[in-house]
């Protein structure tokens, strides 16, 4: 979890949001990575006034699936993100699905 600081610059507030650091530190991934990702718009972190990224816990997530299924397909990023992207909408329209039929 990063912390930011208030307004004030007195009182952190707690955030969600995790630094560009943290985030090779969770995921493991190599930091030219990370950039590839951003550049490909795979990814799309928050920015600071001090220009500087905070990702999302969803982010990290995304990016340990995607080196898993490059690791174990032996494939590239642009492909596993497009793996990735598809897992995600079946996962999504499948939720929908049970839904519509619990209404039923």
């Known amino acids: 979890m990063t912390i930011i600081v208030n307004d004030s ?6 955030s969600d949001f995790i630094a560009w650091t ?12 990370v950039a590839e990702l951003l550049e490909m718009g795979w990814i799309d972190p928050v ?10 816990a969803r982010d990290v997530y995304r990016i340990q699936k995607l080196q898993r299924l490059c690791r174990d397909l032996e494939i590239s990023h642009a492909a596993g ?3 990735v ?4 909408r079946v996962e ?13």
Not at 9 to 14: A, Q, S, V
Not at 92 to 104: A, D, I, Q, V, Y
């Open 9 to 14: 610059g007195r009182l952190p507030i707690p």
């Open 22 to 33: 943290r985030l090779v530190e969770l995921t493991c991934v190599e930091p030219t990575t």
């Open 47 to 56: 920015r600071t006034n001090a220009d500087e990224y905070l990702f999302r």
């Open 81 to 83: 993100c497009i793996i």
């Open 85 to 88: 992207d598809l897992i995600d």
């Open 92 to 104: 999504r329209l499948e939720l929908e699905l049970s839904e519509l039929r619990r209404l039923l």
